[in-house]
T-cell receptor, first 111, second 113 residues
């Protein structure tokens, strides 16, 4: 299983774009990169998932370079309500199920 | 509304007592999971179930037990053998165990004194 490394915490101001990078050096060919968001005392919520290049949905973009050893979650124009913990996961699409949630990145958005 | 429910939201027990946490889903998902989260930490997998009447141990199964008699339900029992049961417990489900999107319940915060 590929291990992920993310910054422990980040601060940003409202209206700014936030980029959270995750490194996953041992990612396998069939693995997907998935990001979850968790607010205090709530369950995590799926944000976005990708395999390579760029994926965009209504809340975020995910950039994955060709070597797939890292990925960047981009949150456009954050607001106070984006203050949360963001988890990067490498998820296998075959074989034994295993999700590993690390400690994530604590994003604090300031007014 | 489809989703996952966990009850109760807060639970208090005395040391030495078994306690069962409820998890129900109406998403028609085959796979269900139980995680434990300690303050400032990520989630750790306790048990998972790919299908009714089948379940597998996760990373920290000792002191816990589960059952999966119905597709919709996956209760977790925290036994007296669990040395540090006080934690935030999260239940999740997904279409199957290779699906990349898990849906989480609101969690149960268990305090054992």
């Amino acid at each position: 299983l590929a291990k992920t490394t993310q910054p422990i915490s980040m601060d940003s101001y409202e209206g700014q774009e936030v980029n959270i990078t995750c490194s996953h050096n041992n990612i396998a060919t069939n693995d997907y990169i998935t990001w979850y968001q968790q607010f205090p005392s709530q369950g995590p919520r799926f944000i976005i998932q990708g395999y390579k290049t760029k994926v965009t949905n209504e809340v975020a973009s995910l950039f994955i370079p060709a070597d797939r050893k890292s990925s960047t979650l981009s949150l456009p124009r954050v607001s106070l309500s984006d203050t949360a913990v963001y988890y990067c996961l490498v998820v296998p699409t075959s074989g034994t199920y295993k999700y590993i949630f690390g400690t994530g990145t604590r994003l604090k958005v300031l007014a | 509304d489809g989703g996952i429910t966990q009850s109760p939201k807060y639970l208090f027990r005395k040391e030495g007592q078994n306690v069962t946490l409820s998890c129900e889903q109406n998403l028609n998902h085959d796979a269900m999971y139980w995680y434990r989260q300690d303050p400032g930490q990520g989630l750790r997998l306790i048990y998972y179930s790919q299908i009714v009447n089948d379940f597998q141990k996760g990373d920290i199964a000792e002191g816990y037990s589960v059952s999966r008699e119905k597709k919709e339900s996956f209760p977790l029992t925290v036994t007296s053998a669990q040395k540090n049961p006080t934690a935030f417990y999260l239940c999740a489900s997904s279409m199957d165990t290779v699906s990349n999107e898990q849906y989480f319940g609101p969690g149960t915060r268990l305090t054992v004194t």
